[in-house]
Structure formats: C-alpha cells, structure tokens
C-alpha cells in the first residue's frame, strides 16, 4: 500500500506541474499571469525541501564555494523546461499503461460474464497495479469479490473508490452489499443513503435498497426466533424430524410418504423457513434414491412428488426462490419435465414451480443468465405447447420476462422473427373460428390469446421491439379482433380482457407515431365510438388514451372525431366524476379537436352550454388536466360566440392564476399565458381586464421564462 499511496502522490503533483505547464502556454494572459505566480510558488516550495538548492538569500563569502553553487543550481526557464519533459514522458507512459489496463480490465469482464470470478479479479488487480487511481477497476474488482464472497476486500477496494471518486454510485451500491452479507444492516443502509447527498434522483433506488435490507434483517430475525421455538412448537419440531428422517432412510415407500407429509406442512410460512435453514433443498437434492430417480427419469411418481414440494416450499417465498433459482440440477428437471414427453400433470407442475420463482425480479436476474433457462425460453417463445392449459403457465412465464430489460436484449430478435407474428396468427385465428362456429374451441382458446397480448403490451414498451415490427399488420388484424368482438365482449369477461388488452397493445404502439395508418381513420373512430358508448371506466381510460397520441398530427381522424361526435362524447365524460381518472387523456383529445379543425367544421352549440365544466377543470387538482384545458381555451378564443359567453366569467384572472401557479408544471403554466394572450389579442375587454390585473407584466414574465420571448 505504501507504493500505492507514493504512486497517487507522484501522479497528483504530475497533474499539478501539467495544469501550470498547459497554462503557462495559453494566450489569456491573465491565466498565463496566474500560472507564473503558481510556478514561481512551486519553485519556492521545491527549493525548501530539496537539500541540493541553496537558499540565495544567504552571502557566501567563499567565491569558489560560490561558483560552484552556481554551477548546481538550475535558472527558472531550465527548470521548467525540465519537469515539463518528465511530465510529458510521465503522461506518455500512463496513456501507455492505461490502455494496457483496459485490456486487462475488458478480458476481467470476460471472465467475470462466463462466471469465472478468480481470474476477473486477478485481471482487475494487474490493471490497478498499471493505473492505480482509476476508481472503476477498483469497483469492478470489488464486485469480482462479492461473487468470490470475499467481502472484506470488496469493502476496502469500495473504499478506496471513493477516495478516487467520492461520486462513483457503483462503489456505494457494492459495499452496502457486501455489508449485508457481513450482517452490518445499519452500516449497509448509511452507505446506501450517502448517495442521496450528491445525487438525489437515485432517490427510488436507495429506498429500495433500504427496504431489502430491512426484510433480510426481518428474516435474519425470524430465523433465529424459529431455531430458538423448534422444539417448543410441534409443527417445527415435525419439519424437522421428517428432514432428519430422509438423510438417514434410503426406501422408496417411506421416502415418499416423508416428502408428501413434508409438502403438507410446508403452507406456513415460519415451515418454508425452516426447511431452507435446515437446507432441505440440498438435502432432496443429493439423496441417492432421489438423485438416481431424477436422473433416470424411471420414476415419474417421485419426480411429481419432489416438484410438487419443491412448489409449495417456494410459493410466496421470495428467499427460498433465490435458493431455489441456483439449484441447476431442478432446474434442468424442471426444463426437461416440460421439454419431453412426461404426462401433463408432470409437466403443468414443472410449470408451476417456474412461474412462482419467477415472481421476483432478482430471480429472474439471476435466471436468465443461464444457459438453461435461455434455451428453455427460446423454445417457449418458437412455440408455446399445444395443450392450452399448459400454453396458459408458460405464457405467464414469459410475461414475467417480458418487462426486464435483459431479457428484450437476449431475445429481441425470436421475439420479432417468431413469437409476434404467431401471437397476431392465433389473434386471426380467433374471428375465423367464430365464423366456423367452432365456438367451444374458440372460448378455450382465448385465455392463451389474452395472455400472449398482454405480453405484447410489456414488449411494446421498449424501443427495440417498437421501432422493428412496422412490417408486420398489427392495426389491421387488432382492427378486425375488436371489430369482432365489439358486439359480444359486454357479456363475457375473457373477451373483455382480450379488448382492453388489444387497447393497452395499441396505446404502447402508438409511442411511434408513424405506426398508424391515416387511411384508416374513419373506421377507427367508429369502432372507438362503439367503445366509448359502453360507459366502462377501463374501456373508456384505454381508447382515451390511445387515441390522445394517434391524434396528433393526424387530421384525418381529428375530423372523424368531429364527423361522427366522438368530441360530444369526451365534453360528457369530463363532467362525469366517474370517469375521473380518463380526464387527463380526454382533456388532451379536447385540446387537440379544438385547435386543429376549423371552427366552423367542429364548432357546436354544446360546448357552449359545456364552458362551465371547462372552467371548473382550470382548477383542477391534476397539472396535466389543468394545461390541456388552457389549451382548449386557446382554441375558444377564435370562437366569437364563446368568447362573448366568458366575458364576464373571471376568465382571465383564473388564468393569470394558474399562469403563476408555482406548484404546476412550466408547460401547464406556459398554456395558461398562451390562453390569456389569445383571449388580449382577440378581444380589447380581455385586454383591459389583463391590464386591471396589471397581469402584462406578469404575463410576460411566464412566456420570458418559457423562453418564448
């Protein structure tokens, strides 16, 4: 460490002779005069502490003695010139050393993705050895040492992070985990909450942090209380004695009665715990007739019965799932039970088992790294089984996927190439097995289409997957699904998920704008009207929604809205408080049919008996409701009719207040000026009431600060 602390010494007064140096030559003069001053106070600093440099305040009197002083001693510009060569060859041999370690540090990463956590860390230690200041080969190293379980040193190398960087965020995150493993929670969640000191937008992060810990404690704390009963409590004490019973008993009959007793107790929680502590996993596991029968697949009866305890043991149990989740030899169990020609009740319970582990986000994390489970996903995703009971779980399997990021990255393209386009086949398949009157076969099929669109609607929330299906006919076959089921969804409860699945799909679709067709506008609206006379709340919240983004920049529907009354429909949603939460969308689809169809192609005499419901929304407690509502006053202002109407309505000076509202958002504010200056320039009574206010001034102030002045 000493060589380490002289190395960060050396190199930090080689930064400060090469910003002198880089200062000394630029053309401003008074940072070139600033630089002499701190070359001249280097100079001095050097002088008293090198002993080869004599003080020249001193009077030599020997004159030999003299000359040779001057003969050892160096002018200012030799000097200068001088540390500027060593720095220039210093800065030449850290360029070097610095790309050797970041081949050293790219091959640790190497490692460290094929699991080979020693020679990652060996890696990162020799690229800290060349750059020993570089605080992201010292996190990555630490994060080397979590996984080698090495925590200490994990701490010390976060530690030495921050020094480097006291902003690194990875530094934090890494310690406060290996402080967790040590038990140190209360340490673990100060480190987590010093990031907040410098960076407050990781605000839900720590906080989830901090929650983690406080349930690894709560469990820490739950064991010891379980292990401090077990003997007190009979149903502990059974657990116990049945896993004591299986190391030490090799028949089958008893073998399987144990593990059906087992599976009965395992539904209470303190069980589940208990049976993880005693590592009953590892014990089911690595019991010879068990191993023997998993391996040779000769006895189902055993397989369904381990799988079947394995499930309850997990069901709800985020820890026993993380256990679980690093258990190759079930999951390659699991896998092979689905993948081969086992019963269905063998492999719907394999199914099972999976769906529940993969209830938790850092399983899934964990999961989707292995080889395994990759392989068993792309086939899930080439085709789901043909059995729709079974199709049901492991669709459900996928869902859970579907919303992490890794996943999207592994799979982008199968789930492009080969699951989107069999999931909108099996959508088309369900309007021609009505038309075939197949309807029995139609009613069990739709679950499985509900649940593969709702898989969709996580999809289409990643750019990767949205931007690359344009080739496909989405629009038209969800078209003709909701156009099929538009007369008979009311009635029935699947089909009515299937709609507002469809709907969700849509929405998520529609981020790019470009997706839809605007030929098909008019048949679209009419099918959304349809919808929209339900009087659902989620119906209604989904079309709303959907349309609020296909509508902008898209005339030809914005007049199918006006042509067909859709507008009337969303001025009769807004006043029903019912339907609060689709104001924000409907008040959007307001605002955009306002202002930009002419006046005289959407104008109606409603919205004139509607205007005091616009008002009272200019208050509302929602920001975004509040700024779309400004912007269809915006459009009321071209209108003479209205514009009479609110003359005396206190328009302007709700708006001014709004306008100034430093609790909205700058955009619904902005809004609110726009409005106020529709109304002035349209009207002079508006204007005096604004100048009544002395609201120019402040008028002027909002648009300056929205940068529009």
Same mark, same amino acid.
């Given at each position: 460490?000493?060589?380490?602390?002289?190395?960060?010494?050396?190199?930090?007064?080689?930064?400060?002779?090469?910003?002198?140096?880089?200062?000394?030559?630029?053309?401003?003069?008074?940072?070139?005069?600033?630089?002499?001053?701190?070359?001249?106070?280097?100079?001095?600093?050097?002088?008293?502490?090198?002993?080869?440099?004599?003080?020249?305040?001193?009077?030599?009197?020997?004159?030999?003695?003299?000359?040779?002083?001057?003969?050892?001693?160096?002018?200012?510009?030799?000097?200068?010139?001088?540390?500027?060569?060593?720095?220039?060859?210093?800065?030449?041999?850290?360029?070097?050393?610095?790309?050797?370690?970041?081949?050293?540090?790219?091959?640790?990463?190497?490692?460290?993705?094929?699991?080979?956590?020693?020679?990652?860390?060996?890696?990162?230690?020799?690229?800290?050895?060349?750059?020993?200041?570089?605080?992201?080969?010292?996190?990555?190293?630490?994060?080397?040492?979590?996984?080698?379980?090495?925590?200490?040193?994990?701490?010390?190398?976060?530690?030495?992070?921050?020094?480097?960087?006291?902003?690194?965020?990875?530094?934090?995150?890494?310690?406060?985990?290996?402080?967790?493993?040590?038990?140190?929670?209360?340490?673990?969640?100060?480190?987590?909450?010093?990031?907040?000191?410098?960076?407050?937008?990781?605000?839900?992060?720590?906080?989830?942090?901090?929650?983690?810990?406080?349930?690894?404690?709560?469990?820490?704390?739950?064991?010891?209380?379980?292990?401090?009963?077990?003997?007190?409590?009979?149903?502990?004490?059974?657990?116990?004695?049945?896993?004591?019973?299986?190391?030490?008993?090799?028949?089958?009959?008893?073998?399987?009665?144990?593990?059906?007793?087992?599976?009965?107790?395992?539904?209470?929680?303190?069980?589940?715990?208990?049976?993880?502590?005693?590592?009953?996993?590892?014990?089911?596991?690595?019991?010879?007739?068990?191993?023997?029968?998993?391996?040779?697949?000769?006895?189902?009866?055993?397989?369904?019965?381990?799988?079947?305890?394995?499930?309850?043991?997990?069901?709800?149990?985020?820890?026993?799932?993380?256990?679980?989740?690093?258990?190759?030899?079930?999951?390659?169990?699991?896998?092979?039970?689905?993948?081969?020609?086992?019963?269905?009740? *063998? &492999? $719907?319970?394999?199914?099972?088992? !999976? %769906?529940?582990?993969? +209830?938790?986000?850092?399983?899934?994390? /964990?999961?989707? =790294?292995?080889?395994? *489970? &990759? $392989?068993?996903?792309?086939?899930? !995703? %080439?085709?789901?089984? +043909?059995?729709?009971?079974?199709?049901? /779980?492991?669709? =459900?399997?996928?869902?859970?996927? $579907?919303?992490?990021?890794?996943?999207?990255?592994?799979?982008?393209?199968?789930?492009?190439?080969?699951?989107?386009?069999?999931?909108?086949?099996?959508?088309?398949?369900?309007?021609?097995?009505?038309?075939?009157?197949?309807?029995?076969?139609?009613?069990?099929?739709?679950?499985?289409?509900?649940?593969?669109?709702?898989?969709?609607?996580?999809?289409?929330?990643?750019?990767?997957?949205?931007?690359?299906?344009?080739?496909?006919?989405?629009?038209?076959?969800?078209?003709?699904?909701?156009?099929?089921?538009?007369?008979?969804?009311?009635?029935?409860?699947?089909?009515?998920?299937?709609?507002?699945?469809?709907?969700?799909?849509?929405?998520?679709?529609?981020?790019?704008?470009?997706?839809?067709?605007?030929?098909?506008?008019?048949?679209?609206?009419?099918?959304?009207?349809?919808?929209?006379?339900?009087?659902?709340?989620?119906?209604?919240?989904?079309?709303?929604?959907?349309?609020?983004?296909?509508?902008?920049?898209?005339?030809?529907?914005?007049?199918?809205?006006?042509?067909?009354?859709?507008?009337?429909?969303?001025?009769?949603?807004?006043?029903?408080?019912?339907?609060?939460?689709?104001?924000?969308?409907?008040?959007?689809?307001?605002?955009?049919?306002?202002?930009?169809?002419?006046?005289?192609?959407?104008?109606?005499?409603?919205?004139?008996?509607?205007?005091?419901?616009?008002?009272?929304?200019?208050?509302?407690?929602?920001?975004?409701?509040?700024?779309?509502?400004?912007?269809?006053?915006?459009?009321?202002?071209?209108?003479?009719?209205?514009?009479?109407?609110?003359?005396?309505?206190?328009?302007?000076?709700?708006?001014?207040?709004?306008?100034?509202?430093?609790?909205?958002?700058?955009?619904?504010?902005?809004?609110?000026?726009?409005?106020?200056?529709?109304?002035?320039?349209?009207?002079?009574?508006?204007?005096?009431?604004?100048?009544?206010?002395?609201?120019?001034?402040?008028?002027?102030?909002?648009?300056?600060?929205?940068?529009?002045?």
């Amino acid at each position: 460490m000493d060589d380490d602390n002289d190395l960060h010494n050396f190199l930090k007064k080689v930064d400060e002779i090469g910003s002198i140096i880089s200062d000394l030559n630029t053309e401003n003069e008074s940072v070139s005069s600033a630089a002499i001053q701190k070359a001249d106070l280097y100079l001095d600093t050097i002088g008293e502490n090198n002993t080869t440099i004599h003080n020249r305040t001193v009077i030599n009197k020997d004159s030999k003695s003299c000359t040779n002083v001057n003969k050892v001693e160096m002018s200012q510009d030799d000097f200068m010139k001088s540390i500027e060569k060593d720095a220039k060859e210093c800065a030449e041999k850290r360029k070097e050393n610095m790309k050797q370690a970041i081949d050293l540090k790219n091959k640790g990463n190497n490692y460290f993705k094929e699991q080979d956590y020693l020679n990652a860390k060996v890696m990162y230690t020799e690229a800290i050895h060349l750059i020993p200041d570089n605080v992201v080969f010292y996190a990555n190293r630490a994060q080397a040492y979590l996984y080698l379980e090495d925590y200490e040193s994990a701490i010390k190398d976060c530690d030495i992070g921050m020094k480097i960087d006291s902003k690194f965020i990875k530094c934090y995150i890494r310690k406060g985990k290996a402080l967790i493993s040590l038990s140190k929670y209360d340490e673990a969640i100060t480190t987590f909450r010093k990031i907040l000191t410098f960076d407050e937008t990781k605000n839900k992060m720590v906080t989830d942090y901090v929650q983690e810990i406080k349930s690894v404690k709560q469990l820490k704390q739950k064991e010891t209380d379980i292990m401090g009963k077990l003997l007190t409590d009979p149903g502990l004490y059974k657990v116990h004695n049945l896993m004591k019973s299986i190391t030490e008993n090799e028949n089958k009959i008893y073998l399987l009665l144990a593990l059906e007793e087992l599976s009965k107790n395992l539904n209470i929680t303190d069980h589940k715990i208990l049976f993880c502590l005693l590592n009953g996993f590892d014990i089911i596991e690595n019991n010879n007739f068990f191993k023997n029968a998993i391996a040779s697949q000769d006895h189902l009866d055993v397989t369904e019965k381990i799988l079947n305890l394995f499930t309850v043991a997990v069901k709800n149990h985020e820890n026993n799932c993380l256990v679980v989740s690093n258990k190759d030899v079930m999951l390659n169990l699991c896998i092979q039970c689905i993948t081969t020609k086992t019963n269905l009740s *063998i &492999k $719907s319970q394999a199914l099972q088992l !999976l %769906e529940l582990i993969t +209830k938790f986000e850092n399983v899934r994390m /964990i999961l989707i =790294k292995k080889e395994n *489970i &990759k $392989s068993f996903v792309q086939i899930m !995703l %080439e085709g789901t089984p +043909k059995n729709d009971d079974i199709a049901l /779980i492991a669709l =459900k399997i996928i869902k859970k996927f $579907s919303i992490d990021d890794m996943f999207i990255k592994n799979f982008d393209i199968t789930l492009r190439e080969r699951f989107l386009p069999a999931v909108l086949k099996s959508m088309e398949i369900t309007c021609c097995s009505r038309k075939k009157k197949d309807v029995v076969k139609f009613e069990k099929f739709l679950p499985v289409v509900e649940e593969s669109i709702s898989i969709i609607i996580n999809l289409f929330t990643k750019d990767l997957i949205r931007q690359n299906v344009s080739h496909l006919n989405i629009w038209k076959i969800s078209y003709n699904v909701l156009q099929d089921l538009s007369e008979d969804y009311k009635t029935s409860a699947i089909k009515f998920d299937i709609v507002l699945s469809l709907l969700g799909m849509l929405t998520n679709l529609s981020v790019n704008k470009s997706s839809f067709n605007q030929d098909a506008s008019e048949e679209w609206i009419v099918l959304i009207k349809k919808f929209l006379t339900f009087q659902n709340n989620k119906i209604t919240k989904r079309c709303c929604c959907l349309l609020s983004r296909v509508l902008e920049n898209n005339d030809e529907m914005l007049d199918a809205i006006v042509k067909n009354d859709v507008d009337i429909i969303f001025i009769n949603i807004i006043k029903d408080l019912s339907f609060l939460t689709s104001r924000i969308d409907v008040s959007k689809c307001l605002a955009l049919c306002i202002n930009n169809v002419e006046k005289e192609r959407w104008f109606k005499e409603k919205y004139v008996n509607s205007l005091s419901i616009f008002l009272k929304l200019l208050s509302d407690n929602n920001e975004k409701v509040v700024g779309n509502i400004a912007l269809c006053f915006t459009g009321f202002a071209k209108i003479d009719v209205i514009s009479e109407k609110l003359i005396n309505k206190k328009l302007i000076e709700l708006l001014l207040k709004q306008a100034t509202n430093k609790k909205l958002s700058k955009p619904a504010q902005y809004n609110c000026a726009l409005a106020i200056s529709r109304f002035t320039t349209a009207d002079e009574s508006y204007l005096q009431q604004l100048r009544k206010l002395h609201g120019l001034e402040i008028l002027h102030s909002v648009m300056k600060e929205n940068k529009v002045l």
